[in-house]
Nanobody
Framework: EVQLVESGGGLVQAGGSLRLSCAAS????????IGWFRQAPGKEREGVSC????????QHDDSVKGRFTISRDNAENTVYLQMSNLKPEDTAVYYC????????????????????????WGQGTQVTVSS
């Protein structure tokens, strides 16, 4: 059974930090890119950050560049999202997802904005940033 389990969400004041974790099982983890996405009430789900299967390539949405860092530990089947200098507009449910693309350099690729092509999704964790 495929599982992606997010943890680490919570309530934090603006300017604070949180680290989200995504623990994966049931599929070949190091073949898959992992993305973090978020969805605020009344808004569409959007890409935040993603990391390639080998961990050497990352992408971040402009809204989080310089504040969020994504990393992965393929030995532990876990991906992390370190979030710093949080803002109220970062408030959302955060999801991790796994995707696989067959490309010449697929080990180095993650499709941050190819939301609908991610095959496996977690249940989400709430992040609330107070002003």
């Amino acid at each position: 059974e495929v599982q992606l389990v997010e943890s680490g969400g919570g309530l934090v004041q603006a300017g604070g930090s949180l680290r989200l974790s995504c623990a994966a099982s049931g599929f070949t983890f190091d073949d898959h890119a992992i993305g973090w996405f978020r969805q605020a009430p009344g808004k569409e789900r959007e890409g935040v950050s993603c990391i390639s299967p080998n961990g050497y390539s990352t992408q971040h949405d402009d809204s989080v560049k310089g504040r969020f860092t994504i990393s992965r530990d393929n030995a532990e089947n876990t991906v992390y999202l370190q979030m710093s200098n949080l803002k109220p507009e970062d408030t959302a449910v955060y999801y991790c997802a796994a995707g696989l693309w067959v490309l010449d350099s697929s080990d180095w690729y993650c499709g941050l904005y190819r939301v609908n092509e991610y095959a496996y999704w977690g249940q989400g964790t709430q992040v609330t940033v107070s002003s």
